[in-house]
């Protein structure tokens, strides 16, 4: 090899090593609080002989910001030996439940779009994130989760809307939502 192809390998290749490497270096910062989700429960879905199967699995997470509401969602994870090692890059493919389990109090401000959680999805750069918005007019908190990459998004998502109301008896009070918006 030359040392101009060699230069010119570098100027084409060097961008996404450093990104590469940026991100092993610095990882992307977690969501605001957001634990780790619980595992509910995995099905499998390809059958393979010797490695793991393909399968999906669905986790609950409560929102770390806005008490009394938890998600559900539903991710593909890939089996195989890859899968097995946490270099197959996994499907954007995700279903998304929210719904409010108790009486919900907002714990600060937020703003449209905040992340609520986030997760990766491939070795480098792929994520999947859910984030919460309000619908001010109808007092109603809305979640949507999507997977996104560094080169190229995706447009597959899911939306799920959790209307605030009183919790039981004892609850008279309901918080506005758009009261807590920066």
């Known amino acids: 090899m030359t040392r101009k192809s060699l230069s010119r390998c570098d100027t084409r290749w060097g961008p996404l090593m450093l990104l590469a490497l940026a991100s092993i270096l610095w990882p ?16 499998s879905t390809v059958f393979k002989w010797v490695s793991p199967n393909d399968k999906l699995a669905t986790y609950g997470v409560d929102d770390p910001e806005v008490e009394g509401v938890a998600c559900h969602f539903t991710v593909p994870e890939k089996g195989g030996f890859k899968g097995w090692l946490g270099l197959a890059e996994q499907v954007s493919d995700i279903s998304l439940a929210c719904r409010q389990i108790g009486p919900i109090h907002f714990k ?51 939306t799920s809307s959790v209307p605030i109301m009183p919790w039981g008896a004892g609850d008279t009070t309901v918080q506005k939502c758009g009261e807590f918006i920066q």
């Open 28 to 43: 992307e910062p977690p969501a605001l609080a957001a634990e780790e989700p619980d595992l509910i429960f995995r099905r």
């Open 108 to 158: 600060g401000k937020m703003e449209q779009g905040d992340d609520m959680f986030r997760k990766r999805r491939s070795l480098f750069f792929k994520k999947m994130q859910i984030v919460r918005g309000c619908d001010a007019k109808r007092n109603v908190l809305v979640y949507m989760v999507y997977s996104d990459k560094l080169i190229e998004g995706s447009p597959k998502n899911s």
